[in-house]
């Protein structure tokens, strides 16, 4: 790859698999997407390629400690920038080491603007109850303590809460431990996001002052963290892919990163569902599921932004979640982006696909490796830390063998609404419930449900 400028850059394949982790960012993720033909790798060096042929290089990057400078190259593509960082070989050629997006949050440290008054923090605490604790439904600042004494601080203008979910997959998906990072929170209710950006630029002006050398908001220091890591994680990285031959049509993103299954969870399978089947099958069955899933809560939040929303839509939605789409609850923030419950409600919906269907999840066929699971009474089940992992139980496949597909459906998509927000919001009510926007969904997509479903989602015994 030629940039106009004469520098030769080159993307080992090596390194692609690293690099993959740039699609935690928004952008990155949705130019990516445009470039999919099949096949994720071959999508992200589509898009590295173009990326390359019109940037220019503005500066370098020092590595603290060793000293060796990083070349970075800029390009404007879509309305979003994007900086390439690179390593240099020889002469004029460089390989690429990093791809990220300055129209995401990343680089909101370089904003300026009026601050205000000084923001309140709560913490530290684990980013599991940090990401738990209600004051994180909110847009502010947040503070991650990195092992080693290091600070990292950072903005939400949308919520505190989704930021660490981000920032939490980042490190699980690039096989980094977890449990030697903490958070602080600072809540900023109501305000506008030139004031959060600005409170996060005074933030990391105050550490630096405070803490010399722990603050890794500074170019030098960001990008040395973000190298060690992809470094001690690269060779236990795997991005897993469905086997060749399965991946579908020309322009299909794969519905599944990893399905674990062993032999004896193969051989329990069969039992339940009366006949072989194979690992591959299993596969199919889920991506056939997770293609329901994912267009019927996309029809339910497509019909929730009609305006006016129609009739069937209404008595949906009055039925799962006891209130019309109109209503606007008393909790609401001035800062918030939607305007009525209709409109939250398509929100989650839209952010439950993407994730459904985002190629992300890891299934597990039968055995699961967290407490509490039980394979022969629970239809699916995800992890209550929010890791993008869903395991399937007896009652799921046996609406396989019943070729009840919209059931299946039905509880993936139960599953991806708990990894995006992993417990029920108690002030939120039926709005912070899985169970009802699974009721919601069916009722829509006019599919059936699960016995006690609704039962479930007005929190009563059930009488089926």
Partial sequence: MRTPDGHTLHLPAEHLDALLAELRQPAVRELVRSNYQGSMRQAFARTVSLLAQGASRIGALRHRRSGERFPVYATNYGGSTFELVTRP?????????????????????YMAASAGRPVQYFGPMSLDAAINDPRANSPGLYRIHLPGGRLYDGRSTDTIRARLINHRWCLTHLGVPTSGYRASIGPMPRSKPARIQAAEKRAIRQTRRQSPGAGTNVREGEFEAMFRDYREAESAIQYETPPRGRRGGRGRRPLLRSLACSPTDLSTVQGIVGRPVTVDDIRAAIERAVERGVSSAQNAARALRQSPRQANTLRAFQEAFGVTPETVPRWRNSSDRWKDLGELVAQRLESAARILGGG????????CPYPGWNPRTMRAGAPSNGRYEICLGQPFFESWRDRMYSLMAGSLLHEALHIYFPRTVEHEKRVGNSHCFQV????????PLYRCKREQCLKVPCRA
């Fill in 89 to 109: 070989i020889e002469g004029a050629e460089e390989t690429i080491v990093s791809l990220r997006s300055q129209s995401d949050d990343t680089g909101a440290e």
């Fill in 360 to 367: 992300s999840i890891r299934y597990y066929c039968w055995t």
């Fill in 440 to 447: 919601f969904v069916a009722l829509y997509n006019r599919h």
